[in-house]
């Protein structure tokens, strides 16, 4: 799940502030909605 994903990701040195279920990450702000597949219309 989500929190897995973000637990992945702090373990590899991100610094995650707080964490809610849509947490807008300012510096990712390229990839929107969609992820690394994109949006399916």
Do not use: N
């Amino acid at each position: 799940g989500a929190q897995a994903a973000i637990r992945a990701l702090a373990r590899g040195g991100f610094k995650i502030g707080r964490i809610d279920d849509v947490t807008p990450i300012p510096h990712d702000t390229t990839r929107k909605k969609g992820g690394k597949r994109g949006r399916r219309v």
